[in-house]
């Protein structure tokens, strides 16, 4: 009987305790949607393993309102349909406190909806369509560029460095290739630049040679391009099988680890407007840099920055709103005050990130070499779309 008594009194002892276990063990979660396969997966791959290494980081100090953070994360393939069904699984099953994603700009308008009518916090890291934070979404923010901005800032010294006459335009033909296009045309155009040719291509396109030959025979003395790694790899690769010599510059992910390893000696000379690269200075950087290169084997580069900083911001407004609350963190969001490895991000009362640097580099010995640094600021004249 004492003995049964015993077994009776440590029984009730554990399923007492097993509430308590519980809630320690409860996770705050974050939900991710990032494209992890197709055309743009080297990009959204990167994006995960700067968020994983927020996360983890963070963890190891105890993690957000005292319990561990939890990345839940979906591919989107930056598609709007498979971005929209993530984004309701993460919201109805998973029980997500906010979202981060979803990298391309269509695939984040679609979701955008979705996580107004849950009346839950979202925030892109990436996409760079300028309209985005001009819904009157109070759900919405954007720690990223617009690509008006990176024309607005690097056209001139483009334009009187590389002595630009004439430029044909190459962007994938979504919102952000066409937006990039658009805005930097514009502002080369207002320099006195003429665009002579003008040219779209499909994510995943494996076959550049017909346009190549319009790109022959166009007379241009330098070519933008708008493209992300796989598609600007090939591009690039098929220009020097084409025999075409002209100066490169664009937006994507000209300073890559990833890129410059597909395309090898190929890389060399392009410019590239970003708003990060691994050779930024100051010791934030060279922490970041740092430990990235010790989880990854590699340098960090401007997707793995966008998912690094998006993650920290999220992570400190939960903590500042002291619950998952979606309202609270809501609020909290908008009083960002956020140090990150390239600069201070604050927001504009419309979800518009500021005040971190973005750079012009050029790829010299498979490296990307600052040229030019500028500060981001508030986008009240800038009405372009970007990614």
Not at 253 to 267: C, Q, R, Y
């Amino acid at each position: 009987m004492r003995a049964l008594r015993c077994a009776q009194v440590i029984a009730i002892s554990v399923l007492g305790t097993a509430p308590m276990l519980a809630l320690a063990a409860e996770t705050v979660k974050i939900g991710v949607i990032q494209p992890l396969t197709g055309s743009v997966a080297y990009n959204g791959k990167a994006d995960v393993n700067g968020a994983k290494l927020a996360m983890e980081r963070r963890n190891a100090k105890g993690g957000v309102l005292g319990r561990p953070v939890e990345l839940v994360i979906e591919d989107g393939q930056c598609s709007p349909a498979n971005s929209v069904n993530a984004a309701e699984k993460l919201i109805q099953k998973d029980k997500v406190a906010v979202l981060s994603g979803a990298f391309c700009s269509s695939a984040t308008a679609a979701v955008m909806p979705v996580a107004e009518k849950y009346k839950l916090p979202f925030l892109t890291g990436v996409s760079s369509k300028a309209d985005l934070t001009e819904k009157g979404n109070a759900y919405f923010f954007r720690s990223a560029e617009t690509d008006a901005l990176l024309a607005n800032a690097f056209a001139k010294i483009l334009a009187d460095n590389l002595k630009l006459k004439k430029v044909a335009y190459i962007g994938v033909n979504d919102d952000w290739g066409r937006g990039g296009v658009e805005e930097f045309s514009k502002d080369l155009g207002a320099r006195g630049v003429e665009n002579v040719l003008t040219e779209y291509f499909d994510h995943g396109t494996t076959d550049f040679y017909t346009l190549l030959a319009k790109l022959r025979t166009s007379g241009a003395d330098g070519v933008f391009v708008a493209a992300e790694t796989q598609d600007g790899a090939v591009l690039v690769k098929q220009f020097k099988e084409f025999g075409i010599d002209m100066k490169v510059f664009g937006v994507g992910s000209w300073a890559t680890s990833d890129f410059v390893n597909l395309v090898g000696e190929a890389s060399e000379g392009i410019y590239a407007a970003v708003p990060y690269v691994a050779s930024l200075p100051g010791e934030a950087n060279t922490d970041f840099v740092k430990t990235y290169q010790a989880q990854y084997g590699q340098a960090p580069d401007k997707y793995a920055a966008a998912g690094y900083n998006a993650t920290n911001i999220l992570m400190d407004a939960i903590e500042r709103a002291g619950s998952t609350d979606a309202a609270s963190i809501r609020d909290a969001l908008k009083a960002t005050d956020y140090q990150a490895p390239n600069g201070r991000y604050r927001f504009t009362a419309n979800g518009q990130a500021y005040g971190f640097n973005a750079a012009l580099v050029q790829i010299e010995g498979k490296q990307p070499k600052v040229v030019e640094m500028t500060e981001v600021q508030p986008p009240s004249t800038l009405t372009a779309q970007g990614k």
